[in-house]
């Protein structure tokens, strides 16, 4: 069954990040309450118990207090904020959110200094927001998940970043890499790093998150650049997530990021990862070729489970 609903409320946003997925998007604007009400309650009908309001920002809506407390009257025991994080620095704000039942907070932090994360996101003064803002969710004791998007300027700053996020004691911390649309299309050249260098500092970061006992991992990370690091690619974790944006009901988003928005390659079919991997982004090799993509020799992974299970092959802390 369906675990989790992912509801995106609309577009505005006080960044301009310039990696910036939606950036295209941002001519439609916001939901309704109603659009978003409707989509919670048919969501809750699939029989779906979680739910991640995503935007744009979520948290700049007048209505954000109102669609919480929906949510959770209409029988959602998980209620997830994903966020640029700025608005969790206001303690006010945040208690009324944690009142009206929010129970999952999940800022991004794309820097570990101002300098970093300010220059991506284009907002003077975002870090130290986000960065106070996490400060006070766990004072408050409240589950922080965060994120951050991997591009060219922030690559080398991963190990510090998982640093940061150790030391502010979140639950778990995710790199994404870019997905290449919106802004990050307008400033690919800028913006994209190359994925097999990325991952140098990928694994860096991870080991610094596992040694510092937190859950850690890496989206859109095909196995074959995490080797030795399988067990933390993200899409072993990616709960069954239904999608719902304003014309679309995506019900099954596995399937369609296999199908339309990830992309395997002729060498695949010597990997033996084959069966559970979803490739990158496909933007990414339209610009910079298939070559880092290398089939990893070896016995075929016929499913997840097995990477989760085989602690010899695939240890919690990776092998030297
Ligand atoms: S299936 Fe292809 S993209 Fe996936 S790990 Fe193997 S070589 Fe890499």
């Not at 295209?24 to 916001?30: I, T, V, W």
């Not at 935007?55 to 959770?72: N, Q, S, V």
């Not at 390659?265 to 090799?285: A, H, M, N, T, V």
């Amino acid at each position: 069954m369906t675990e989790r609903v992912d509801v995106k409320t609309g577009y505005y946003c006080n960044n301009w990040c310039r990696f910036c997925v939606q950036a295209h998007n941002r001519k439609y604007g916001n939901r309704t309450t109603q659009e978003i009400k409707d989509s919670l309650a048919e969501a809750k009908k699939e029989g779906v118990t979680g739910v991640v309001f995503t935007g744009g920002e979520f948290t700049i809506r007048k209505d954000a207090l109102t669609l919480i407390k929906y949510a959770r009257s209409i029988g959602y025991t998980q209620v997830m904020l994903q966020s640029n994080g700025r608005m969790f620095c206001n303690r006010d704000y945040v208690e009324k959110l944690i009142s009206a039942g929010a129970n999952q907070f999940s800022p991004a932090i794309h820097g570990s200094c101002p300098d970093v994360h300010d220059f991506l996101t284009r907002a003077p003064g975002a870090w130290h927001q986000a960065v106070s803002g996490i400060k006070l969710l766990r004072r408050l004791n409240q589950r922080v998940i965060t994120n951050c998007v991997i591009v060219k300027a922030n690559m080398r700053d991963l190990p510090r970043i998982a640093k940061l996020l150790v030391s502010l004691d979140v639950e778990q911390f995710q790199f994404a890499f870019v997905h290449i649309m919106g802004n990050a299309l307008e400033n690919k050249e800028s913006i994209v790093p190359i994925v097999s260098m990325a991952s140098v500092y990928i694994k860096k970061g991870l080991l610094i998150g596992i040694k510092g006992r937190k859950k850690v991992m890496a989206e859109a990370m095909p196995y074959c650049l995490m080797q030795g690091y399988e067990r933390y690619v993200t899409e072993l974790y990616i709960p069954d997530t239904m999608v719902r944006e304003k014309d679309m009901w995506i019900k099954d988003f596995e399937k369609v990021r296999r199908t339309q928005g990830k992309m395997l390659f002729s060498q695949c079919k010597d990997c033996r990862f084959r069966l559970i991997c979803e490739g990158p982004w496909r933007e990414y090799p339209e610009m910079m070729g298939e070559d880092e993509f290398r089939p990893v020799p070896g016995k075929v992974v016929e499913s997840k489970r097995e990477v989760l299970d085989n602690y010899d092959e695939f240890p919690v802390i990776p092998k030297k």
